[in-house]
């Protein structure tokens, strides 16, 4: 009996779907870990072999073909350590969320996922079987328990596999970000590691998927609950974890090792939209990026976003002033470009704009100008960015934010035209804050930017707030009533105006066909436009007092 015990955490970013490139990178990361960190272990993440969520390609014939060819490949290149990896695992017309243990080439052991989840953005309900029984496994003379993801948030398959016998649990993720999810995670797995008196394991997913990122963060807990070994966010690596085995008391002690400390609220989010956009255009195979640079707040965030994730040198900002555009926003827009060392250029949309009032003069005769006319120029920025885009092979980036989006304070086909929308789950107030944190790091984004009052500049000396409340009293009500799912009525007893926020629930719902048009974006709240939140567009329902 070895009595130690080292196991490596495969913080690793996996791609959906690119099962052959999955593989590769599971089968060189193991034997990394076994060479180079003299790992006994080493442990990859929930459906590392398919990439998480899959989705509807786990009801493809030739995918799960795939994925069982895979898997069989892999077993004799992988030798000389254990190695536990998540695949969906087909048995008859069942499919099961799974791990396998592989060591020497051959499956010892598998564990089918108990606890589906099937609330915020998890459907697995859709896909999977739920496993029952526990998966213990001898490694290095030490019983190793298995679990997957949602296993561990609740204490009946932990208690399962150590009245199975493990003495030590390791759980696989992909566990999605959202705002201090990590101190969530860690409360959870603390109660677990407590009440079955062993050290665990949590073994995390890194990259971006479509909206959601997965933020690494992995962690041993002792089994007193304390986090003796934790992995930083945002980062792909191989994290190596010791443990000691206690023959006389059959127990394992975790031992310390680097805790990397939790980053800022505001640095948190900020490198998830990172991981978010460089993600999404690099799996994508973009060339790079074209925004539209307004002079405001909203895009000047969005480009340091992309410059962070992709690099100056693939990002082209174009300055689109209109007849209403102030000369300091585009002094403001070319000054943020110099400083993040960005190619743009400046288009001016008074000529296309003129054109399509004569075109459409004698249809709109006798009507007063109003919404119509500052749509049309939204929507030749749109036209201009979407024809760069085409030419270039540069997705463009929208540069709306989720109070926008919430109250359809946006125009279709024009600033909501692009590939990808970064700061689609960001409140204006946040967008501030991010803002603010960004420049701590270099002062990229010009101070009267942060300073001026937001306008989308379509009419003359227009400001947000003639056409919303003030988004300090916008931002609270749009939380409460889209992330907290309160009523009008409890939104007014915790101090808001009553017409305010019968207002802005009226804007909420009628808006729903907007954000059904919207790019996707990055998740950084527990409920996000898209995936977490699905309300009918044609709907009758009204609780804004009307």
Known sequence: MKGQLRIVMAQLDFMVGDIRRNSEKIVA??????????????????????????????????????????????????EGIHAVIGYPRAQG?????????????????????????????????????????ACVVDMAGVPVGITLCEDIWQPGPARLACAAGA???????????????GREREAAVRQRSSECGAPIVYVNMVGGQDELVFDGGSFVMDDGGRTVRRAPLMKAGLIPADFKFHADTHGVEALAGEVAPF????AGIYDALVLGVRDYIGKNGFAGVVIGLSGGIDSALTLAIAVDAIGADKVEAVLMPSRYTA????????????????????????????????????EFAGMPVDATEENIQARCRGIILMAISNKKGRMVLTTGNKSEM????????????GGFAPIKDVPKTLVYRLSAYRNGITPVIPQRVLERPPSAELAPDQKDEDSLPPYEILDPILEMYIEQDRGPEEIVAAGFDGDTVRRVVRMVNRNEYKRRQAPPGVRISQRAFGRDRRYPITCGFDESGD
Not at 116 to 125: A, G, I, Q, R
């Open 29 to 78: 990361a193991s034997m990394r870990a076994r060479d180079e960190l003299a790992a006994d272990c080493i442990v990859f993440p929930e459906l590392a072999l398919t990439g998480y969520p899959p989705e509807d390609l786990l009801l493809r014939p030739a995918f799960i073909s795939q994925v069982n060819a895979a898997l069989e490949a892999l077993l004799p290149r992988v």
């Open 93 to 133: 017309d069942a499919l099961y969320n799974a791990a396998a243990v592989i060591h020497d080439g051959a499956i010892r052991a598998t564990y089918d996922k108990h606890l589906l989840p099937n609330y915020s953005v998890f459907d697995e309900k859709r896909y999977f079987t739920p496993g029952s029984g």
């Open 167 to 181: 003495r030590l649990l390791v759980n696989l993720n992909a566990s999605p970000f959202h705002m201090d999810k």
């Open 263 to 266: 980053p800022s609220r505001e």
């Open 327 to 362: 000369d300091m926003s585009v002094e403001d827009a070319r000054l943020e470009c110099e400083r993040l060392g960005v190619e743009h250029h400046v288009i001016p949309i008074e000529p296309v704009f003129k054109s399509f009032l004569a075109i459409l003069e004698d």
């Open 406 to 417: 919430a109250v359809g304070y946006a125009t279709l086909y024009g600033d909501m035209a």
